[in-house]
């Protein structure tokens, strides 16, 4: 099986734009969540996103939005960037079933933020 | 909130000692705990991980994991290090629920010198 795949991997953007990042999740998995992951603060929760609808959410602003598609594949979308964004966003899915209640992480994308 | 504590930010050693790495958490309920590790410029890889059960658990390349209920703990610890094992660690925990937040530690930097 394929695990999880990010796009892209590397991303440069300025102040005030916006960015849109991608996920895959492992053919099967229907949870996906994303974290955020900064030498200061470590890995931090975003949301979860589970048969197309956010299950749970992380403490961001408002700026930071996701989705997900009939297929599980998902989409984190960062609006009016700011310095503090430039961080590595990780993604992660899970098979539906609790007992089976690990996560499998991508790559990541890394955003620099100039 | 649910919170974890790596006390050990930076540990370097040398090949053939023994390792442990501490993890506290804090939550009253039910939870199940994971290590995770990050080889330099890999992705986020599962070590181990408790759901239930006998509290030690034991995981890929040698590691192992002890809960301590009483004590809020699941410290790391493996009794020979090689070099391959210079990574981050990351100390994990979510509820027993279907929701998939995963909580992490600070991590811990582990240089291994040959």
């Known amino acids: 099986k394929a695990g999880v795949t990010q796009t892209p991997r590397y991303l440069i953007k300025t102040r005030g734009q916006q960015v849109t990042l991608s996920c895959s999740p492992i053919?099967?998995?229907?949870?996906v969540s994303w974290y955020q992951q900064t030498p200061g603060q470590g890995l931090q929760f975003l949301f979860e996103?589970?048969?197309?609808?956010?299950?749970n959410k992380g403490n961001f602003p408002g700026r930071f939005s996701g989705r997900q598609f009939s297929n599980s594949r998902s989409e984190m979308n960062v609006s009016t960037l700011e310095l503090g964004d430039s961080a590595l966003y990780l993604c992660?899915?899970?098979?539906?079933?609790?007992?089976?209640?690990?996560?499998?992480f991508g790559a990541g994308t890394r955003l620099s933020v100039l | 909130a649910q919170s974890v504590s790596q006390h050990n930010h930076h540990v370097i050693l040398s090949e053939a000692a023994s390792l442990e790495l501490g993890c506290n958490y804090s939550?009253?309920?039910?939870?199940?705990l994971f290590w995770y590790v990050q080889y330099p410029g890999q992705h986020l890889q599962l070590l181990l991980k408790?759901?239930?059960?006998?509290?030690l658990v034991k995981g890929i390349k040698g590691f192992e994991a002890e809960f301590i209920k009483s004590k809020f703990s699941f410290n790391l610890r493996k009794p020979s290090e090689q070099w391959s094992d210079t990574a981050e660690y990351f100390c994990?925990?979510?509820?027993?629920?279907?929701?998939?937040?995963?909580?992490f530690g600070t991590g811990t930097r582990l240089l291994v010198s040959p």
């Open positions: 939550y009253g309920g039910t939870v199940n």
């Open positions: 992660a899915s899970r098979p539906s079933e609790i007992a089976k209640n690990i996560q499998y």
């Open positions: 996103y589970f048969s197309e609808t956010q299950r």
């Open positions: 053919s099967g998995h229907r949870s």
């Open positions: 408790y759901f239930s059960g006998d509290p």
């Open positions: 994990a925990v979510n509820r027993n629920t279907g929701f998939q937040k995963l909580v």
